[in-house]
């Protein structure tokens, strides 16, 4: 098992291994044999960056089973997923930013997401634990008025793509089982979403074979798996936290 995470030093980006608060540093590719070098980094000296460079990042929605319950909405047959681009990316203690172009709500989604590790297509729910690289927390922020805004078309791209709105990190955790993972989103110090990974429609196994059957996926790219009850809006200021015991916490504050 391995906590994985990238991070700046100076002016040069590196990436390593996190114990405690000290970083072993690696040399090469993440996704392919990283070697570790005999150079080591205290966690409080370094910035803390995106743990990957995904070229793209997929959601999904309606994957709680707990929260389509209490919304009315049907079980789905399959996963149904969307695409946040690159430009979105935010790391641990980034400040996620409400759009010029939008005045309405801003919510969090707190959720578990997956990390691939080599190239796939259309592999098996048996083959997908061999692709997948480890798992990290996201927040898949939303501008939540504008998914309906319009009834002839729904936003779901514009509504979850702005810039800062795809927050992850800040490790990657390797080698761990997520079936028995508690996924929980703070507000401000105050608990808002607590949901088990149990409660999902999918499981990661099931989503990863399911989304490569519809695109490539690629070492570094992130899928995240869909939230629970209890979203909410962030005001200016507020301090929201993705807390997934096993992996780690994502902070980050939101800014008007």
């Known amino acids: 098992m391995a906590n994985w995470l990238r991070f700046r030093h100076?002016?040069?980006?590196?990436?390593?291994?996190?114990?405690?608060e000290s970083i072993t540093?690696?040399?090469?590719?993440?996704?392919?044999?990283?070697?570790?070098?005999?150079?080591?980094q205290s966690l409080d000296n370094v910035e803390i960056l995106i743990p990957c460079h995904p070229s793209k990042m997929v959601g999904l929605w309606n994957n709680v089973r707990s929260a389509a319950v209490k919304q009315g909405w049907a079980i789905p047959e399959e996963p149904f997923s969307f695409i946040k681009p690159p430009s979105c990316y935010l790391p641990?203690?980034?400040?996620?930013?409400?759009?010029?172009?939008?005045?309405?709500?801003?919510?969090?989604?707190?959720?578990?997401a997956i990390?691939?590790?080599?190239?796939?297509?259309?592999?098996?729910?048996?083959?997908?634990?061999?692709?997948?690289?480890?798992?990290?927390?996201?927040?898949?922020?939303?501008?939540?008025?504008?998914?309906?805004?319009?009834?002839?078309?729904?936003?779901?791209?514009?509504?979850?793509?702005?810039d800062t709105f795809g927050v992850f990190g800040p490790t990657i955790k390797t080698d761990i089982s997520p079936d028995e993972l508690i996924v929980k989103t703070e507000l401000n110090g105050r608990v808002r979403q607590d949901y088990p990974v149990s409660d999902f429609v999918f499981s990661p196994a099931e989503i990863v074979a399911a989304i490569s059957r519809d695109t490539t996926l690629f070492p570094g790219d992130v899928i995240l798996c869909g939230t629970?009850?209890?979203?909410?809006?962030?005001?200016?200021?507020?301090?929201v936290e993705i807390v997934i015991e096993g992996i780690g916490t994502l902070s980050n504050t939101f800014a008007a």
């Open 115 to 162: 990390v691939i590790g080599r190239q796939c297509a259309n592999v098996t729910i048996e083959e997908s634990p061999d692709v997948i690289f480890g798992y990290t927390c996201a927040n898949d922020v939303t501008a939540l008025q504008l998914i309906n805004q319009d009834e002839s078309f729904q936003q779901w791209s514009r509504a979850k793509g702005f």
């Open 10 to 20: 100076g002016a040069e980006n590196y990436f390593g291994t996190l114990e405690g």
């Open 92 to 112: 641990h203690r980034g400040i996620i930013r409400k759009p010029n172009s939008y005045s309405g709500r801003v919510v969090y989604e707190g959720e578990l």
């Open 228 to 239: 629970g009850n209890g979203v909410l809006p962030m005001k200016p200021g507020s301090k």
């Open 25 to 40: 540093v690696y040399e090469g590719d993440l996704f392919d044999n990283p070697r570790p070098t005999e150079h080591t």
